[in-house]
């Protein structure tokens, strides 16, 4: 039976896994040492869970276990990373090298650092989302100690040519972080095939738990250094103190290890799904613009304008799926989205769009229904007059039980 409303919103985060939560389990029970006690044997078990985690995870990104340093999650990853370049190397050069499309974890630190007098570039891409290598080559002068470039982008899908990405950074011998929060699970990253010094991970968008994530730091050809942006018991090698969640490496360690038997296997599902999905959408409504990479993009992204919509009163027309709007919705006035902006798509259009992530729990069945729902609701909002206040907001269908059930909702073909 489905669970309602149905997720669709994978790429913000993702359910744990039950296998996830069961490996888990026993380290929030009996098995809670800390893995710092050397005296005892919850210390122990402790300890050995969480460096049998440490290689799951290192294992899926192609990592020695030894640079891989446990975090609360990708933006902290993130921030010691670039932070941490910035005040160990700063004596080397002051220029930092980033890209429009980078998520807030990354734009926001690069614009902290600004702030404290680093010379921050942020590169433009195409319309596709795409980085001009010529111009990486170009913004990389003498004193750039650092190029900070994600490997899939969360709002769109897109896959950075990394490899590519790295060796240029390699050419000029500059340190390379890249943030693979979206990419771990979903496609194959490999720090050493890419030539990646520091990579961010993240738990929670691979179906382990929130609140955990990684660093890994390249330890030789270069061995990378940072200055820690906590200081305290000296855990993780110094560089990151703080005692270590071990239920939630142990989860972390174990959504890794599932991902890496069921990447290839998964990607195809999901991609199918998407497909389904968007030729369903397609053959029923006109006026559909395709935002994100779906030819050479993640799987599971698919991030839709509909012209003459309104994302958000799409979204309200439709309180029984979970989709996010492809905006910054923190404020009261929605803001267009920075990535869709810098594709070069309008305001009125990046207002108009949602963000579909599809993920491993999603059925056909599912996608199926959603594809109606979508279809029904745009057209609904396209037949009212524009509206003259928020107050007419509310003029599609309120759900009944009825329409969330799934038997009473055929597929649109
Ligand atoms: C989710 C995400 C982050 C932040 O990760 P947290 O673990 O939630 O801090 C950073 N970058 C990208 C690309 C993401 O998708």
Same mark, same amino acid.
């Given at each position: 039976m489905a669970t309602y409303p149905i997720y669709l919103d994978n790429l913000a985060t993702t359910p744990v896994d039950p296998r996830v939560a069961d490996a888990m389990d026993p380290y929030l029970t009996e098995a809670f040492g800390n893995p710092a006690s050397r005296t005892h044997r919850y210390g122990h078990e402790a300890r050995e869970a969480v460096e049998s985690a440490r290689r799951d995870v290192a294992t899926l990104a192609g990592a020695?276990?030894?640079?891989i340093i446990f975090t609360s999650g990708a933006t902290e990853a993130v921030n010691m990373a670039i932070q941490g370049v910035a005040g160990y190397y700063s004596n080397r050069g002051r220029r930092i090298i980033t890209c429009r499309t980078e998520h807030p974890a990354v734009l926001d630190t690069c614009a902290a650092l600004a702030g404290r007098g680093f010379d921050v570039v942020v590169l433009d891409v195409d319309t596709g989302g795409h980085l001009d290598l010529d111009a990486l080559h170009q913004a990389i +002068?003498?004193? %750039?100690i650092l190029v900070s470039i994600m490997l /899939?982008?969360?709002?769109?899908g897109v896959i950075h040519d990394v490899a590519a990405i790295g060796r240029v950074c390699k050419e000029h011998g500059v340190l390379f972080h890249c943030d693979a929060a979206q990419a771990l699970g979903k496609i194959v990253v490999d720090v050493e095939a890419m030539q990646i010094d520091l990579l961010s991970l993240s738990g $929670?968008?691979?179906?382990g738990p929130k609140g955990i994530g990684a660093l890994y730091c390249r330890r030789?050809?270069? $061995?990378v250094r940072l200055e820690p942006i906590l200081y305290g018991g000296g855990h993780e090698r110094g560089f990151r103190s703080g005692t270590l969640n071990v239920p939630g490496i142990v989860g972390f360690g174990r959504a890794c290890a599932i991902a890496n038997r069921e990447l290839d296997a998964e990607a195809e599902r999901i991609h199918a799904l998407r497909t389904n999905l968007l030729s369903q959408i397609q053959s029923n409504l006109d006026g559909v613009q395709v935002n994100s990479d779906v030819e050479q993009g993640l799987a599971g992204c698919l991030n839709l304008s509909f012209d003459g919509v309104d994302a958000m009163d799409l979204i309200e027309c439709m309180p029984d799926v979970a989709v996010s709007t492809g +905006?910054?919705? %923190? %404020? /009261?006035i929605p803001k267009p989205s920075h990535v869709l902006r810098a594709l070069g798509i309008s305001p009125e259009r990046a207002l108009s769009s949602i963000r579909i992530g599809l993920g491993r729990f999603n059925t056909a069945d599912e996608i199926g229904a959603v594809a109606c729902r979508i279809v029904e609701s745009v057209q609904q909002l396209r037949s009212v007059p524009p509206k003259q206040n928020s107050d007419d907001r509310n003029t599609c269908l309120q759900p009944n039980p009825e329409a969330l059930d799934r038997e009473n909702s055929s597929p649109v073909t």
């Amino acid at each position: 039976m489905a669970t309602y409303p149905i997720y669709l919103d994978n790429l913000a985060t993702t359910p744990v896994d039950p296998r996830v939560a069961d490996a888990m389990d026993p380290y929030l029970t009996e098995a809670f040492g800390n893995p710092a006690s050397r005296t005892h044997r919850y210390g122990h078990e402790a300890r050995e869970a969480v460096e049998s985690a440490r290689r799951d995870v290192a294992t899926l990104a192609g990592a020695e276990p030894r640079a891989i340093i446990f975090t609360s999650g990708a933006t902290e990853a993130v921030n010691m990373a670039i932070q941490g370049v910035a005040g160990y190397y700063s004596n080397r050069g002051r220029r930092i090298i980033t890209c429009r499309t980078e998520h807030p974890a990354v734009l926001d630190t690069c614009a902290a650092l600004a702030g404290r007098g680093f010379d921050v570039v942020v590169l433009d891409v195409d319309t596709g989302g795409h980085l001009d290598l010529d111009a990486l080559h170009q913004a990389i +002068s003498d004193d %750039t100690i650092l190029v900070s470039i994600m490997l /899939a982008n969360n709002e769109i899908g897109v896959i950075h040519d990394v490899a590519a990405i790295g060796r240029v950074c390699k050419e000029h011998g500059v340190l390379f972080h890249c943030d693979a929060a979206q990419a771990l699970g979903k496609i194959v990253v490999d720090v050493e095939a890419m030539q990646i010094d520091l990579l961010s991970l993240s738990g $929670h968008k691979l179906y382990g738990p929130k609140g955990i994530g990684a660093l890994y730091c390249r330890r030789r050809d270069p $061995h990378v250094r940072l200055e820690p942006i906590l200081y305290g018991g000296g855990h993780e090698r110094g560089f990151r103190s703080g005692t270590l969640n071990v239920p939630g490496i142990v989860g972390f360690g174990r959504a890794c290890a599932i991902a890496n038997r069921e990447l290839d296997a998964e990607a195809e599902r999901i991609h199918a799904l998407r497909t389904n999905l968007l030729s369903q959408i397609q053959s029923n409504l006109d006026g559909v613009q395709v935002n994100s990479d779906v030819e050479q993009g993640l799987a599971g992204c698919l991030n839709l304008s509909f012209d003459g919509v309104d994302a958000m009163d799409l979204i309200e027309c439709m309180p029984d799926v979970a989709v996010s709007t492809g +905006s910054a919705c %923190t %404020t /009261a006035i929605p803001k267009p989205s920075h990535v869709l902006r810098a594709l070069g798509i309008s305001p009125e259009r990046a207002l108009s769009s949602i963000r579909i992530g599809l993920g491993r729990f999603n059925t056909a069945d599912e996608i199926g229904a959603v594809a109606c729902r979508i279809v029904e609701s745009v057209q609904q909002l396209r037949s009212v007059p524009p509206k003259q206040n928020s107050d007419d907001r509310n003029t599609c269908l309120q759900p009944n039980p009825e329409a969330l059930d799934r038997e009473n909702s055929s597929p649109v073909t």
